[in-house]
């Protein structure tokens, strides 16, 4: 009992965002994010565990996972991130589950995985795990025996059209009863397979998960949505079980769930009921990432919004991203994007008061010809996880906690300045041109010498000036 009671506040300590707030769309202007996560894509366990070190140097508070369910496994998959063979293994196939149980052949067994986790510990870095219980893989053959029984059987397992692909993303009854992606998609209302969904769930907190991201998470319906009634579900209640709220046949989830740092992929569209979905966890804020992708195509952020947050929910509850691993491996849509360009995004978005950023790992090797760079499943991605530029502003986060942001962008949209109360400042040039700022500050007359470069600033009369390297960013903190 003390060894549990010592768990639980272990974890409560550790969460990342206020635990008594229940209100996810009431603001609170006070309140500062202080983490960052690292989207170890395609990572499998001894990889990550192999780079904690390096990862926690870097000033990551967290990890994501990629899921770690068993998946779909056609033979001779298991080596390449792509092959557009479909021979030697995709990415995508992790997104399949066939059995909610811990292993599959990309990120490694349950002892690899214990094994991750205790470096995490060792380490002070949180692990959240990505999982999907919206749908099945493809091939529905595929389904374990095991995982069909537990829920009552295959016509149990699937809403009553959910094999019929989703044709209408904004028609919310599809969007929640049908397949997403052509997806089968699960009877998450059944109690049977609530049970045995939250016993997986509840075997991942006991090995110290510290929260997840819900995959397709707008595909499951809350209270307002349609139920299946020919299933004779009467209320969408999967969110209501997944969060804590609900027993389901005496199991619950083992953990106070506001100990956990959980998000939802609800990716923004017309319909989407972000406000209800604001009352069980943070979401994606996958419309300000376009924003952000759109300045850096332009070069400059001239008439385009990038102070707000354009959500429906409160800030501190948002992760964001500059890209995502869809909008990099599926639509590509990031792909095009530098390294570079990317880096003086992220120290922006990191160096703001709200929003939990997410960093995806891009392939080692990759470029914006061959995305997939080397192309080895498992294997860690690039070097740009841990590039100065990237730590320092990480490291500026956790050192900003109840500092107050202000955001100054110069008349010609490159540069951007986001001022920390009177204790800290990020300066980025997001062109490919050399130039100076000269902006307003709160922090206090003198020089500045930036943490990366050692480049020097002044700061008089409240007005910053300095010369930027193209795009470059730069960490001002007063000492």
């Not at 389901?248 to 979905?277: A, H, W």
């Not at 690039?382 to 990480?394: I, K, T």
């Not at 110069?410 to 041109?433: C, F, M, P, Q, T």
Request: aromatic residues 12%; glycine residues 8%; proline residues 4%.
């Amino acid at each position: 009992m003390l060894k549990n009671f010592l768990y639980t506040v272990a974890i409560a300590a550790l969460s990342s965002i206020p635990a008594i707030a229940k209100d996810r769309t009431l603001h609170d202007p006070e309140f500062t994010n202080t983490e960052t996560i690292l989207h170890a894509w395609s990572w499998n366990f001894p990889t990550i565990a192999d780079n904690m070190k390096k990862i926690s140097e870097a000033g990551f508070s967290m990890v994501q996972t990629s899921p770690v369910q068993h998946c779909y496994s056609p033979e001779g998959s298991g080596k390449k991130l792509f092959d557009d063979k479909g021979t030697e293994g995709n990415w995508y196939h992790y997104y399949q589950p066939t059995d909610w149980k811990i292993g599959n052949y990309i990120v490694g067994n349950r002892e690899q995985m214990m094994a991750m986790m205790d470096s995490a510990a060792k380490y002070n870095v949180k692990i959240i795990v990505d999982v999907l219980p919206n749908h099945t893989a493809f091939d529905v053959d595929a389904v374990s025996t095991d995982f069909y029984k537990a829920v009552g059987g295959r016509e149990k397992m699937y809403h009553s059209e959910g094999l019929i692909p989703v044709e209408d993303y904004n028609n919310r009854k599809q969007c929640t009863l049908w397949g997403s992606g052509g997806l089968p998609d699960v009877n998450t209302e059944n109690p049977d397979f609530q049970v045995y969904y939250m016993k997986f769930i509840n075997e991942l907190l006991s090995m110290g998960v510290k929260g997840f991201r819900y995959d397709t998470a707008k595909h499951i319906g809350v209270h307002s949505d349609p139920v299946d009634s020919l299933k004779g579900v009467k209320v969408n209640d999967f969110w209501d079980v997944a969060t804590g709220r609900k027993s389901v046949k005496g199991i619950k989830l083992s953990v106070p769930y506001d100990s956990l740092f959980v998000y939802g992929e609800v990716l923004q569209d017309l319909n989407v009921p972000e406000k209800e979905y604001a009352d069980y966890f943070g979401q994606t804020a996958s419309g300000y990432g376009h924003i952000l992708r759109r300045m850096l195509d332009n070069g400059s952020a001239k008439g385009i919004d990038i102070i707000d947050f354009h959500h429906q929910a409160a800030p501190e509850y948002l992760t964001t991203w500059v890209e995502s691993h869809d909008t990099y491996a599926n639509a590509h849509e990031s792909a095009h994007l530098t390294d570079q360009q990317i880096r003086v995004a992220w120290v922006f978005l990191t160096a703001r008061q709200n929003g939990t950023p997410l960093f995806f790992s891009r392939p080692m090797g990759s470029t914006r010809s061959n995305y997939y760079g080397d192309n080895i499943l498992g294997a860690r991605g690039n070097d740009e996880f841990f590039h100065p530029e990237v730590s320092a502003a990480n490291k500026f986060r956790s050192s900003m906690s109840g500092e107050k942001e202000s955001v100054e962008i110069s008349d010609n949209g490159e540069v951007i300045l986001v001022n920390r109360g009177r204790k800290g400042a990020a300066v980025v040039n997001i062109s490919s041109h050399a130039n100076s700022v000269n902006l307003p500050t709160k922090l206090p007359d003198g020089k500045y010498h930036d943490e990366v470069y050692g480049l020097e600033f002044n700061v008089r009369k409240g007005q910053m000036t300095g010369v930027l390297a193209p795009m470059k960013s730069y960490i001002l903190i007063k000492h």
